[in-house]
């Protein structure tokens, strides 16, 4: 089930991706987040836009801010979820570790993402199609 809502078309980002990059990725597909990737196609961070804006107080938008790894920026864990787990486990864990993304994986390979607003809208396109 899951594999029918993540989102699997949005920017890749690696660990040695640059802050412009994920900023200039942000803007343009709207994603609240985006996971870091390592080198394996692996989930090992979420970096989002309050990370970056929390982070670039620091560095006053330098060039050197802008030239950065975007992996020392990264606040969170990702939540990884195996591709094979149900919708209403994937929510409900979503919602206990506050996760604004999930990042799903098959064979420790990264499949794509899910955001809560997905679930959702799964949910009720089948609550619809059911009455």
Not at 14 to 37: G, H, M, Q, R
Not at 39 to 62: A, R
Not at 114 to 128: E, G, P, R, T, V
Request: with cysteine; aromatic share 10%.
């Amino acid at each position: 089930m899951l594999r029918e809502i993540l989102q699997a078309h949005h920017p890749i980002i690696y660990e040695d991706s640059s802050v412009c990059e994920i900023v200039d990725k942000l803007e343009i597909y709207k994603f609240p987040a985006l996971p870091i990737l390592n080198q394996n196609h692996y989930p090992i961070g979420i970096v989002s836009e309050n990370d970056i804006i929390k982070w670039s107080t620091d560095y006053s938008y330098t060039k050197e801010f802008g030239s950065m790894e975007v992996s020392r920026f990264s606040s969170v864990k990702p939540l990884i979820i195996s591709v094979n787990t149900s919708v209403d486990e994937t929510l409900n864990r979503m919602i206990t570790e506050n996760a604004t993304v999930a990042t799903i994986v098959e064979d420790d390979s990264y499949l794509g993402l899910i955001q809560k607003i997905h679930i959702l809208q799964y949910k009720l396109s089948n609550y619809n199609n059911s009455n």
